[in-house]
C-alpha cells in the first residue's frame, strides 16, 4: 500500500490491487522511542467507524503494525485521543 497527500487531512490509498480510495486522516504521530511515525485512518464512507492503523516512512509507504508493542502504542495514543475528542 502507498498513501498520497491530500489537502485538508485525506489521502488516497492504493490497495494492493491497485484501487485507490480516498480516507480521512484521524491523526499521526511519531514514537521518539522507536523513531517511527504512524498514521491513524478511516473511510468516510463506511459507516462501521473502522480506523486503520500504519506505520509510515518517509516516501509515504504504509507499513502494517508487527508487534504486540506497536499495537498497544498505537491503542494508548488512540485512547487519548478520543477522551480528549469528548
Known amino acids: 500500500m502507498a498513501v498520497g497527500k491530500k489537502p ?3 489521502i488516497i490509498i492504493t490497495l494492493d490491487d491497485g484501487t485507490e480510495k480516498e480516507m480521512v486522516i484521524l491523526l499521526t504521530f ?6 517511527k511515525d504512524y498514521v491513524l485512518y478511516y473511510d468516510h464512507n463506511d459507516e ?6 500504519f ?4 516516501e509515504g509507504k504504509l507499513k502494517p503494525l508487527t508487534t504486540k508493542k506497536e499495537w498497544d502504542l498505537v491503542q494508548e495514543v488512540f485512547d487519548a485521543y478520543m ?3 469528548q
Open 30 to 35: 511519531n514514537d521518539k522511542t522507536n523513531n
Open 8 to 10: 485538508d487531512n485525506r
Open 83 to 85: 477522551s480528549e475528542e
Open 55 to 58: 506505520q509510515y516512512d518517509k
Open 48 to 53: 462501521s467507524g473502522s480506523v486503520f492503523a
